[in-house]
Structure formats: C-alpha cells, structure tokens
C-alpha cells in the first residue's frame, strides 16, 4: 500500500480521508498545513504534521494537493516543484463507486469523489477536484486545476479552462466552453461559451458585473 500526504487540513483533505479509506487505495502519513495553529492537531484521525515544505522529508509518500480553490492547488503544486518536489510523487485519488471507462483519461493529482460519471472520451487534466454526483459526458476535456461542486453536469463536447470553477449543480450545454479562471453559479445553466475570468449565473447563465446579473450580449 502506497503512504500518502494530504496537503492542507480543510473539508476536501476530510473528503479525501474518508475515500482512500473506504477503498484501502493508500496509508495516509498524515496531512501538512502550513497554519501553525494546526500543527499537531488531528483531522479525522490523521494528524497535522507540519508545514507544506515538510513533503521532502517524507521520500517514499506520495502526495495529493487537497486545497478547494483551484488557484490555491496551482501555487502549491508550483510552490513544491520549487522545492524539488517531482511531479511523478503527486498520485490520483478516484472513489471506489467511480468508473472510468476505456478511453477516458484523468490526469495526475486529481481527485474524484463519490459517484461521478464519466461516459465516453473524456479527459481531464492534472490535479482537477470533483466532487459527488458530477455527470462528464462524451469527449468533454477538463484542463487542469479546475473544480467541479457537487452535481455539476457537462454535455457532450463542452472544453472547461484551467482554473474554472463549476458551483453545485451548475450545467453546460454540449460544446460549449468555460474559459480559463471562470466561475459559474450554483445551479446556473449555461448555453453559451464562457469568456476566461467571468463569472456567470442563473437560468440561463449570464455575465455578472459588480455585483449584479448583465444581459448577455449586452
């Protein structure tokens, strides 16, 4: 069994815990947080070891990045390349209940929980989050560090940018596209492409501007 160490102690690392337990994938080490107050505590039964920096001190674990925001991954996978840390020691975490059909790829230091969905050609980047009830469907690309909330649904041949960030339940007409660092809202069903950067909400989706919903187009 391969050890593991979760980076950052928050409610994904939780998440994680309880997946590569269930499934006896990995022997989790412990987690490294870089919050001095969480030194030495314990999360779920794994304890708190040290700062991020401590990866290099532990040769033989593997590591997942458990950090919600995808551009909070992307600085510390950057952060512990830096360091020297290789990229070959960052490993995938799937669910059990997850299957991933011939054809479909998923990239290292991504994690997929509890029931996802992937039906044909998809592929997804490194270190992408997704979380319960995520439905991919035939030939979606995913680029990498891009989050999925609890229930988000793609169509088929939909492209979503590195960094984007998908709310719970959101949805994606079949090919369109999600720019890189977008954010869509809960439940938002978005029928058109996405710019980079924009965030965009409600049925259908549309761009927002300070603070308030503007017509598409407009």
Request: net charge neutral; hydrophobic share 45%.
């Amino acid at each position: 069994m391969n050890e593991l160490l979760l980076i950052a102690a928050g409610g994904l690392a939780r998440e994680v815990l309880a997946t590569v337990r269930e499934s006896g994938q990995h022997d989790v080490v412990g987690i490294l947080d870089d919050d001095e107050d969480k030194a030495g505590s314990v999360v779920d039964g794994a304890r708190v070891l040290g700062p991020v920096s401590d990866a290099l001190r532990y040769p033989q674990a593997r590591a997942v990045v458990c950090v919600g925001a995808g551009s909070g991954r992307a600085r510390v996978v950057a952060r512990l390349a830096g360091l020297g840390f290789p990229q070959s020691r960052f490993t995938t975490v799937v669910d059990s209940s997850v299957r991933i059909p011939a054809g479909c790829r998923i990239g290292v230091g991504s994690i997929l929980l509890g029931h996802v969905t992937l039906t044909a050609g998809v592929t997804l980047g490194e270190h992408v989050v997704v979380m319960p009830g995520v439905t991919l469907t035939h030939d979606d690309v995913v680029e990498d560090f891009a989050t999925f909330a609890s229930g988000v649904s793609l169509g088929g041949g939909v492209r979503i940018g590195r960094a984007a960030y998908l709310g719970m339940n959101a949805s994606v007409r079949e090919g369109t596209s999600v720019g890189a660092g977008a954010m869509i809202g809960m439940g938002a069903v978005v029928l058109r492409d996405v710019p980079a950067d924009a965030t965009w909400v409600g049925v259908p989706a549309r761009a927002m501007r300070s603070g308030i919903p503007s017509r598409v187009g407009s």
